[in-house]
């Protein structure tokens, strides 16, 4: 089973796979098939074809689509099972709004330290904004999206309020999920895709504020006007 925690399974003493990892397991590859367009909005699917699609037990497959829900990006539908939740544009205008006062918060009055533990991360995280900017030029949105939230994950982290932290990421999941329906229709995405990453960690290296929130503030602006524009280009003139 693939998904966003990648690697082996974890076992315990006894060599059986333990169900807190199964269920995380199941609710990362889940939410990469949402990212990906593979479950698009409003596609409904029971708790026994999920466990039966990955070969696992009811319970684990359940606790996880349960955690989907509570994140947001699935319904659950009285005696039919579980949907993919269809955001509307409103919705992604009001996400990148929120977006942009988290970020604010986690950047306001914070300078980064100086020490050799910080400096190592902050490489790791250069590194991820590398990748995700070549994705992002190349129009890989798969390998984009993956890169944008450990880049984001990662970066916020460094501030020191892990709420903050768990909160953006959690919006960004969802701005994601929201814009990917729109994003799948572009024939080359080469171009119009972010790819500020560097530069915004560059600016918070420097310690230049000012800076890195005109950049996030580009980057919010962008991402609303690329994703209005695809939305309003679509043939059934859903938002």
């Known amino acids: 089973m693939a998904g966003t925690g990648g690697g082996s399974p974890s076992r315990n003493g006894s060599g059986t796979v333990t169900r807190s990892t199964l269920r ?12 990906a367009g593979r479950l698009q909005p409003g596609q409904e699917f029971t708790v026994k074809e999920i466990a039966d699609q990955y070969g696992v037990s009811a319970t ?37 709004d929120a977006r942009g006062i988290v ?48 880049f984001w994950r990662e970066l916020s982290d460094l501030f020191g309020n892990p709420y903050l932290a768990d909160f953006l990421h959690r919006l960004r999941v969802r701005t994601w999920v929201c814009a990917v329906q729109h994003l799948r229709g572009l024939s080359d995405p080469r171009g119009q895709l972010w790819t500020g990453y560097t530069e915004l960690v560059d600016a918070l290296v420097r310690g230049d504020t000012r800076t890195a929130h005109k950049i996030v503030a580009g980057h919010n602006a962008d991402s609303l006007a690329l994703v209005e524009r695809l939305a309003a280009e679509r043939p059934e003139g859903r938002a």
């Open 24 to 35: 995380q397991q199941i609710a990362d590859a889940l939410r990469d098939e949402v990212l």
């Open 60 to 96: 684990p497959v359940r606790e996880a689509l349960v955690d989907l829900s509570a994140q947001g990006l699935l319904d659950s539908v009285q005696h039919r099972g579980f949907e993919v939740h269809a955001y509307s544009l409103g919705d992604y205008r009001e996400m990148i």
């Open 103 to 150: 970020i604010d918060g986690i950047f306001r009055d914070k300078r980064l330290g100086d020490g050799p533990a910080t400096a190592a991360v902050l490489a790791a995280v250069r590194r991820r904004g590398e990748e995700a900017r070549r994705a992002a030029a190349a129009g890989e949105l798969n390998i984009l999206i993956g890169y944008d939230l450990r």
